[in-house]
């Protein structure tokens, strides 16, 4: 007989283990609070959208949609994709659901995304981010309160040593006129470019830019550069970001090369990048898209935004050592014996009604009290609270400190929600 053959996980897609999730918990907790302090509404779109959307978004000649996107016909041969990215899918909503008529709107979400790129460190086809919108303000102060934000979050986290990257990629005609100087640079040296520059002088000259192959960094770094391009408006707005951030005390780096690897961006573009992580070095990137809500059929708005690569922020707190909050049970019931056993649940339920907020894991697995204790001890528990047959007869339940080294006590249940209150809660 064959054997039965494991199913494992899809390449590039990772199940995110208990040892990990208190670092995820710690991102996402105080990336919630700091949104929610500062006034942002969180959204839920859905993970499948029309494949026409990304395409008309992100832009037919990106990796992205070129070759990463999962897009598969529905049963109505309808041709649907997985989300690459959030943007697009929130621009959508907010468009559908006049989220637009309130100017000055700030929204957020979080979740996965999903791009068939080659699986490496920091880089999967499964990832998460959190990704945040802000519609309706033209001013460069909605670039700085992006910036200020994402510090303050890094603090909060405990990560240090993050670099912001600026750049302006300025408004579409400039964008247009930028594109005729690239394509006669690359087309006088079209010997030194690879097949997908070659391809893409006629279609995306701009994406020549983020290529990483290596071959090409020398003649990428002479290119013309965006910024000698901007109009007096363009490097007016550029000039009062950077003087916001001046006076906020936030560092930054101007990077010409950096032209992220989508075509909706219009104007400021940015990433927090740490070189702490191998080859993947963008934890947050994002930037302004003042023509993408018209360009999906919506009214005319400036907008902008970012994402955190969610992956990227939880290496990065690994590598740092940054020390979670761990958050074990307060309390953990293990009984032995018939009668014990039957009353375990209604003592833990008694407790938990008298205690709100009590963490109390009773305990499922079988063994000798011995056996539990170490399961108590393992799991963080402050007290284990032990429950025999003799006790459940006379109505009590010992109580032992695992973290103090004294000696065991009995408290009658009657008074073990008191008892635990005083001794275990509130210390
Ligand atoms: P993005 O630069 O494509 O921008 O992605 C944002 C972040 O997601 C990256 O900096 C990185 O940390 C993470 N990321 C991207 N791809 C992967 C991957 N394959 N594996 C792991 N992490 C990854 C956007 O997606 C834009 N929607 C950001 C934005 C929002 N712009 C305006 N609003």
């Not at 086809?125 to 934000?149: M, T």
């Not at 209150?421 to 210390?427: G, K, M, P, Q, Y």
Request: aromatic content about 6%; hydrophobic content about 40%; proline content about 4%.
């Amino acid at each position: 007989m064959n054997a039965i053959r494991t199913i494992r996980a899809i390449r590039g897609m990772n199940d995110i283990l208990p040892g990990e999730i208190g670092a995820w918990q710690h991102v996402e907790g105080h990336a919630r609070a700091l949104l929610e302090a500062y006034g942002y509404e969180e959204v839920r779109p859905p993970m499948v959208e029309r494949t026409e959307l990304f395409r008309r978004s992100i832009g037919e000649v990106t990796d992205i949609v070129e070759k990463e996107m999962y897009t598969f016909d529905d049963r109505n041969g309808e041709s649907l994709t997985l989300r690459p990215e959030c943007t697009a899918s929130v621009v959508r909503a907010a468009i559908e659901h006049g989220l637009l008529r309130t100017p000055g709107r700030r929204v957020w979400t979080m979740g996965p995304m999903f791009r068939y790129e080659r699986p490496q460190k920091g880089r999967y086809r499964q990832f998460h981010q959190i990704d945040v919108e802000i519609f309706g303000v033209a001013a460069p102060s909605a670039e700085a309160e992006l910036i200020v934000l994402t510090r303050r979050l890094w603090k909060a986290l405990g990560i240090g040593g993050l670099v912001l990257e600026l750049n302006s990629l300025g408004s579409r005609d400039i964008q247009a006129g930028y594109r005729a100087r690239l394509v006669d640079y690359f087309s006088a040296h079209s010997s030194a470019l690879d097949a997908d520059s070659l391809r893409r002088i006629g279609t995306n000259p701009l994406r020549i830019l983020d290529s990483k192959n290596p071959a090409m960094q020398g003649l990428i770094e002479e290119a013309p550069r965006i910024v000698d391009e901007l109009d007096a408006d363009a490097r007016a707005h550029f000039d009062e970001l950077l003087a916001m951030l001046d006076e906020a005390g936030v560092a930054y780096r101007l990077n010409h090369r950096l032209v992220r690897g989508l075509d909706y961006y219009t104007g400021t573009v940015f990433e927090w990048t740490t070189d702490e992580l191998g080859a993947q070095g963008a934890v947050c990137g994002g930037g302004r898209y003042d023509n993408l809500v018209a360009e999906i059929g919506g009214p005319a708005s400036p907008a902008i935004g970012f994402a955190i690569g969610l992956e990227r922020l939880v290496a990065l707190l690994e590598v740092q050592s940054v020390e979670l909050p761990v958050a074990g049970p307060h309390a953990y019931l293990a009984s032995a014996g018939t009668r014990a056993s039957i009353l375990a649940h209604a003592v833990a339920e008694r407790l938990r009604d008298a205690v709100p907020d009590l963490r109390l894991v009773v305990d499922a697995g079988p063994g000798s009290f011995r056996a539990k204790l170490k399961r108590a001890d393992r799991c963080g528990a402050r007290i284990a609270l032990l429950l025999g047959d003799e006790e459940a007869r006379i109505g009590r339940i010992a109580v032992k400190d695992l973290r103090a080294r004294e000696p065991q006590s009995t408290v009658a249940i009657e008074e073990l929600a008191g008892h635990v209150a005083r001794n275990v809660f509130a210390r």
